[in-house]
């Protein structure tokens, strides 16, 4: 079965220097000093076997980092194997409502992606509430980052509880991808996986053998249906992600699910399959 990453980035030169990554470069992360061409990515995702990749656009109170119109650029450039993810300003909801829209009709983008430490806002402030409501409307996931954080900004917003279990409550129809496993409240982002139906998480910025132990369990069991693969790339490269997967002695149908079949039905994905 074909892999697809659930949670990655096409970096631009603005994102890739801004200070706020230095924590990443000092860990050893393989972040490119410029804006690489979408063939170095390709070539990433080829060394790991995987086969389409989600890329997202970023958005913050500075400014837009990689905006959706480069994205779709770079999808353009991919013969099939990137994928696109909104991103919009959260200080104008109006303004990105309508940016959303103009990015799922016009662009062809398959999720709202906005990263809460960024903003310094939890996923329940009233900001997002507009734009949820057009998730729905437009019949696309929103992911969003919970755990702590590596780069240097505070990790408050990615707590699970309150925050991302708030909005579950108030938007059932709302399909959420929590990108990089809830670390360290993971028990608490499998707790909401498993309250709540259209609640998932993705496996992003961490390698297969930093899973927790309880992720793991719940994969096993469970979660079958609930866990999707994902790199963060360019800050994890998909062949360290995926290293020791067969140790985590997953069955076929488990190990097909995890690393395309719910990435594949949550963003409504047709991808083949190998």
Same mark, same amino acid.
């Given at each position: 079965?074909?892999?697809?990453?659930?949670?990655?980035?096409?970096?631009?030169?603005?994102?890739?220097?801004? +200070?706020?990554?230095?924590?990443?470069?000092?860990?050893?992360?393989?972040?490119?000093?410029?804006?690489?061409?979408? !063939?170095?990515?390709?070539? &990433?995702?080829?060394?790991?076997?995987?086969?389409?990749?989600?890329?997202?656009?970023?958005? *913050?109170?500075?400014?837009?980092?990689?905006?959706?119109?480069?994205? &779709? !650029?770079?999808?353009?450039?991919?013969? *099939?194997?990137?994928?696109?993810?909104?991103?919009?300003? #959260?200080?104008?909801?109006?303004?990105?409502?309508?940016?959303?829209?103009?990015?799922?009709?016009?662009?062809?983008? /398959?999720?709202? /992606?906005?990263?809460?430490?960024?903003? $310094?806002?939890?996923?329940?402030?009233?900001?997002?509430?507009?734009?949820?409501?057009?998730?729905?409307?437009?019949?696309?996931?929103?992911?969003?980052?919970?755990?702590?954080?590596?780069?240097?900004?505070?990790?408050?917003? $990615?707590?699970?509880?309150?925050?991302? +279990?708030?909005?579950?409550?108030?938007?059932?129809?709302?399909?959420?991808? $929590?990108?990089?496993? *809830?670390?360290?409240?993971?028990?608490?982002?499998?707790?909401?996986?498993?309250?709540?139906?259209?609640?998932?998480?993705?496996? !992003?910025?961490?390698?297969?053998?930093?899973? @927790?132990?309880?992720?793991?369990?719940?994969?096993?069991?469970?979660? /079958?249906?609930?866990?999707?693969? *994902?790199?963060?790339?360019?800050?994890?490269? @998909?062949?360290?992600? #995926?290293? $020791?997967?067969?140790?985590?002695?997953?069955?076929?149908?488990?190990?097909?699910?995890?690393?395309?079949?719910?990435?594949?039905?949550?963003?409504?994905?047709?991808?083949?399959? /190998?």
């Amino acid at each position: 079965m074909a892999i697809i990453d659930a949670w990655a980035q096409h970096p631009t030169a603005r994102m890739v220097q801004h +200070d706020m990554f230095d924590s990443l470069r000092r860990w050893g992360a393989p972040l490119p000093t410029e804006q690489p061409p979408v !063939s170095a990515t390709i070539a &990433a995702m080829d060394t790991g076997g995987v086969d389409v990749a989600l890329i997202s656009a970023w958005y *913050g109170p500075e400014g837009v980092l990689i905006s959706n119109d480069e994205v &779709a !650029s770079f999808v353009a450039e991919s013969d *099939g194997r990137l994928v696109g993810v909104a991103s919009v300003d #959260l200080r104008k909801p109006i303004v990105a409502v309508h940016e959303l829209r103009r990015a799922v009709h016009e662009l062809g983008m /398959r999720a709202l /992606r906005i990263v809460p430490w960024l903003w $310094g806002l939890p996923p329940n402030d009233r900001r997002y509430y507009p734009l949820y409501a057009e998730c729905v409307e437009l019949g696309i996931p929103f992911c969003t980052q919970v755990g702590h954080t590596g780069p240097l900004r505070s990790s408050e917003t $990615g707590r699970p509880i309150p925050y991302l +279990d708030d909005v579950a409550l108030d938007f059932p129809e709302l399909t959420i991808v $929590g990108g990089h496993i *809830g670390y360290p409240w993971t028990t608490e982002m499998i707790a909401l996986a498993t309250k709540y139906p259209n609640v998932h998480i993705d496996t !992003s910025a961490y390698t297969v053998r930093r899973y @927790p132990p309880e992720l793991v369990t719940y994969l096993h069991g469970h979660g /079958r249906e609930k866990v999707l693969f *994902g790199t963060n790339y360019p800050m994890i490269m @998909p062949n360290r992600a #995926l290293t $020791g997967l067969d140790d985590l002695n997953l069955d076929q149908e488990v190990r097909d699910l995890f690393l395309a079949g719910n990435a594949r039905r949550v963003f409504r994905l047709e991808t083949p399959e /190998r």
